[in-house]
C-alpha cells in the first residue's frame, strides 16, 4: 500500500552534481526557513507516483546566517537502499525548480551548545567521512561569516576519491591560512597522480603510529593530541566511528554517549570529550563482540580513567 503523500511546501532551487551519485541542494521554503544552530538537521520529503511519500533527515550544510534564503544539503545517493521507497533515488531525479517538503521544525542535538559547550576553547577536531561533513561546514562557514577566521576549528574529511571531497576548495581556503593545517581531506582510493593529501580512511589516521604525523601537521606538538587540547564531534556512518572512537581510546578520549559509557563503565563523573552523529542505524559498537570491548576497558584504564566491564545484564540492555 502506498504511503500518504507529504505536501510540498518548498522549492529546490539550486543542485549542484559534484559526481552522480553526490550533491549539493539548495532548498528555499516557501516561508523563510527558522534560524538553527550549526549541526542541526531538517526533515526532506518527497512523493513517488505510485509508493506515496518519504522523509529522511539531512543534516544542515549551510550557516545560519543563510536560513532566510536557503538551506544547503549535501547529499549522497545510496545504491543499495533498505527500504522500498528510497528518497535519494527521487531526490537525484529532481530538477532547479521541482517541488519539495521541508519540515518547518529543524531539530538535532548535535551542536556545541549540547555536547562539549560553547564556552570550551579546545580545539574542537571535526571528524567527517562522506556527506558526514554537512554539520561541519556549516559550524565553520557560520563562524568564518562571524568573525573573518575559523579559529578553534579542525575539519579531517574523508572521502573515496579526492572529487569526492565535497567543499574542499572552500574550506581549504578559510581554514588552510596559517601554519597549522585545520582543513585535512584524505581518500581512500586515490586515482589521480597528483594527490599528495593523506591516503587512508578518515579513522586509519587516529591509529598509533598514524596520530602522530596528524598531530604534527595540525599544530599540536608531540603527544598533543589529547583530550587536555581538544574535543572531537565525528559525523557519519558506524566504521567511521567506531573506529575513530576506539583508536582515540588510546589518548585518554572518552565517548560522550550514554550506551558507550555504560558498556566500558566508565564513571558518571568521567567528563566525555567524542561526541558523534550516526547517519545509520548499526550499534556503534556490537555488545557481543566482547574482545572489543575488553579492549576499549584496557585502553581507557591505561589512560588513568577507571572503567571496568558491567555486570552482563547491563552491558547486553544498555539500561
Ligand atoms: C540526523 C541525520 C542526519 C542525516 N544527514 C544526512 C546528510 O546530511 N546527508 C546524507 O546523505 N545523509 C544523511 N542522513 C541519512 C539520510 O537520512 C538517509 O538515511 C539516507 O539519505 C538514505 O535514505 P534513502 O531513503 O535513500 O535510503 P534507505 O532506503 O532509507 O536506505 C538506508 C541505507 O542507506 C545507508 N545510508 C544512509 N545514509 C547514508 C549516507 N550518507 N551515505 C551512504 N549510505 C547511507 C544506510 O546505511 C542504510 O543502509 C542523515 C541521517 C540522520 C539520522
Known amino acids: 500500500m502506498a504511503n500518504k503523500p507529504v505536501e510540498y511546501n518548498a522549492t529546490v532551487t539550486h ?9 549539493i541542494f539548495r ?3 516557501d516561508t523563510a526557513a527558522p534560524t538553527f544552530i ?23 550544510a549551510s550557516a545560519p546566517y543563510r536560513h532566510a534564503e536557503y538551506l544547503e544539503f549535501y547529499i549522497r545517493y545510496v545504491q543499495d537502499p533498505t527500504s522500498d521507497n528510497p528518497l535519494t533515488h527521487l531526490l537525484f531525479e529532481a530538477k532547479e525548480g521541482d517541488r519539495i517538503l521541508m519540515r518547518p521544525k529543524i531539530q538535532g542535538h548535535f551542536t556545541e551548545e549540547k555536547t562539549m559547550g560553547t564556552a570550551d576553547k579546545r580545539l574542537k577536531i571535526l571528524v567527517a567521512s562522506g556527506t558526514g561533513l554537512a554539520p561541519f561546514t556549516s559550524m565553520v562557514f557560520e563562524k568564518f561569516h562571524q568573525t573573518g577566521n575559523t579559529d578553534g576549528y579542525a575539519i579531517i574529511h574523508g572521502a573515496s576519491y579526492d572529487y569526492d571531497l565535497g567543499y574542499r576548495e572552500r574550506l581549504d581556503d578559510i ?41 604534527e601537521d595540525l599544530g599540536l606538538g608531540k603527544g598533543g593530541f589529547n583530550p587536555n587540547n ?4 565525528i559525523c557519519g556512518l558506524q566504521g567511521t566511528i567506531q573506529n575513530t572512537i576506539t583508536n582515540l581510546l588510546h589518548r585518554g578520549f572518552v565517548p560522550g554517549d550514554r550506551k558507550l559509557h555504560r558498556m566500558f563503565g566508565i564513571p558518571e563523573d568521567v567528563k566525555p570529550s567524542i561526541y558523534y552523529e550516526q547517519y545509520d542505524t548499526t550499534p556503534i559498537i556490537d555488545p557481543k563482540n566482547e574482545q572489543l570491548i575488553d579492549e576499549c576497558i584496557e585502553r581507557l584504564r591505561k589512560n588513568g580513567i577507571p572503567a571496568q566491564k558491567p555486570a552482563p545484564e547491563v552491558a547486553a540492555t544498555g539500561a
Open 15 to 23: 543542485i549542484q552534481k559534484i559526481t552522480p551519485t553526490l550533491a
Open 27 to 29: 532548498v528555499q521554503g
Open 38 to 60: 550549526p549541526g542541526q538537521y531538517a526533515i526532506l520529503g518527497l512523493n513517488h507516483p505510485e509508493r506515496g511519500g518519504v522523509m529522511r533527515a539531512y543534516s544542515i
Open 175 to 215: 581554514m588552510n591560512r596559517g601554519t597549522a593545517k585545520r582543513y585535512i581531506g584524505t581518500v581512500s582510493r586515490p586515482k589521480h597522480l597528483d594527490w599528495h593529501g593523506y591516503v587512508g580512511r578518515v579513522e586509519s589516521h587516529f591509529e598509533p603510529g598514524k596520530i602522530e604525523k596528524l598531530e
Open 230 to 233: 581538544c574535543t572531537i564531534m
